[in-house]
Protein backbone atom coordinates (compact mmCIF):
# COMPACT_ATOMS: atom_id res chain seq x y z
CA UNK A 1 0.00 0.00 0.00
CA UNK A 2 0.88 3.31 -0.71
CA UNK A 3 -0.13 6.42 1.03
CA UNK A 4 1.96 9.64 -0.42
CA UNK A 5 1.09 13.46 0.52
CA UNK A 6 -1.47 14.11 -2.01
CA UNK A 7 -3.66 10.75 0.03
CA UNK A 8 -3.81 8.47 -2.90
CA UNK A 9 -4.39 5.61 -2.11
CA UNK A 10 -2.38 2.89 -4.28
CA UNK A 11 -2.56 -0.71 -2.99
CA UNK A 12 -0.09 -3.95 -5.18
CA UNK A 13 2.17 -1.29 -6.62
CA UNK A 14 5.14 0.53 -6.37
CA UNK A 15 4.95 4.22 -6.18
CA UNK A 16 6.65 4.55 -9.61
CA UNK A 17 4.06 2.71 -11.58
CA UNK A 18 1.44 4.27 -13.25
CA UNK A 19 -2.08 4.36 -11.39
CA UNK A 20 -4.82 2.28 -11.71
CA UNK A 21 -7.28 4.68 -13.38
CA UNK A 22 -10.46 3.45 -12.74
CA UNK A 23 -12.80 2.27 -9.34
CA UNK A 24 -12.98 -0.71 -7.52
CA UNK A 25 -16.44 -1.50 -5.87
CA UNK A 26 -15.35 -4.59 -3.97
CA UNK A 27 -11.98 -5.75 -2.14
CA UNK A 28 -11.72 -9.16 -0.56
CA UNK A 29 -8.26 -9.39 1.76
CA UNK A 30 -7.62 -13.66 2.86
CA UNK A 31 -4.84 -14.45 5.15
CA UNK A 32 -3.53 -17.40 2.72
CA UNK A 33 -4.11 -18.58 -0.86
CA UNK A 34 -7.06 -19.28 -2.17
CA UNK A 35 -7.59 -22.27 -4.31
CA UNK A 36 -8.38 -21.61 -8.37
CA UNK A 37 -11.79 -23.49 -7.65
CA UNK A 38 -13.20 -20.82 -4.39
CA UNK A 39 -11.47 -17.83 -6.90
CA UNK A 40 -13.84 -18.85 -9.83
CA UNK A 41 -17.11 -19.40 -7.41
CA UNK A 42 -16.25 -15.78 -5.76
CA UNK A 43 -15.92 -14.45 -9.36
CA UNK A 44 -19.38 -15.45 -10.45
CA UNK A 45 -21.31 -12.52 -10.87
CA UNK A 46 -24.67 -12.90 -8.80
Known amino acids: ?3 P ?3 TFS ?3 NWWNPAFKCAIDELN ?3 CALPPSQV ?3 AEVK
Open 5 to 7: KAR
Open 11 to 13: FGV
Open 29 to 31: IFE
Open 40 to 42: AEL
Open 1 to 3: MYL
